[in-house]
């Protein structure tokens, strides 16, 4: 592959569209479309980057015996998906804090103890350079409504039992699933 150039396309309040330019080993000219955090991509090392522009928060009951789980309807699907609580990381934030803050405004739970930070990987490869940092550990507290009046979001305990069953019927954020998969046979 070799890199030509890439174009900014629409510009929106959270993401930036892009057409990249390569060359194929064979030499065919070929466009790639891809959308961004990044307001102002001109260079392909500026595609990559080290900061993560997300926190996904995969958390258990202080016993480890509960996973928490969102149900968010996602207008991109156009129906409800599984998915754990997750945001943006704002200016002057770190994971940490911004795992906090998201755990908070989107379920009301407390954030109690940071198991382990799993570093840098890709929301959706396929078509985005954004990058999350996965922040492990234990929550706990009365669960409430999401104080975002822009999001749509049910959180709730499951069992590995109710997790199994949910894995067989409802539809779910692919990172969200393949964990879940994996923390249900525990």
Not at 56 to 81: C, H, Q, Y
Not at 138 to 161: L, P, V
Request: glycine content about 8%; proline content about 2%; hydrophobic content about 35%.
């Amino acid at each position: 592959m070799q890199f030509v150039g890439i174009k900014k396309g629409e510009e929106g309040r959270f993401i930036t569209r892009y057409d990249i330019q390569y060359k194929t080993e064979d030499g065919q000219d070929k466009n790639y479309e891809i959308i961004s955090r990044k307001k102002d991509i001109n260079s392909f090392e500026e595609l990559h980057g080290s900061d993560p522009d997300a926190v996904v928060l995969i958390l258990t009951s202080p016993d480890g015996d509960r996973i928490l789980l969102n149900k968010e309807f996602r207008m991109a699907a156009g129906m409800w998906v599984y998915n754990f609580p997750a945001g943006l990381i704002d200016p002057g934030e770190d994971a940490e804090t911004a795992a906090a803050r998201e755990l908070r405004e989107e379920t009301g739970l407390e954030l109690i103890s940071i198991d382990d930070i799993i570093g840098l990987s890709y929301s959706a490869v396929g078509f985005s350079n954004e990058m999350n940092v996965c922040v492990v550990g234990k929550c706990d507290g009365e669960i409430r409504r999401s104080d975002s009046s822009f999001e749509e979001i049910e959180a709730s305990w499951y069992t590995r039992e109710e997790v199994r069953e949910l894995l067989k019927t409802e539809r779910f954020a692919a990172r969200t699933q393949a964990f879940c998969y994996m923390w249900s046979r525990g």
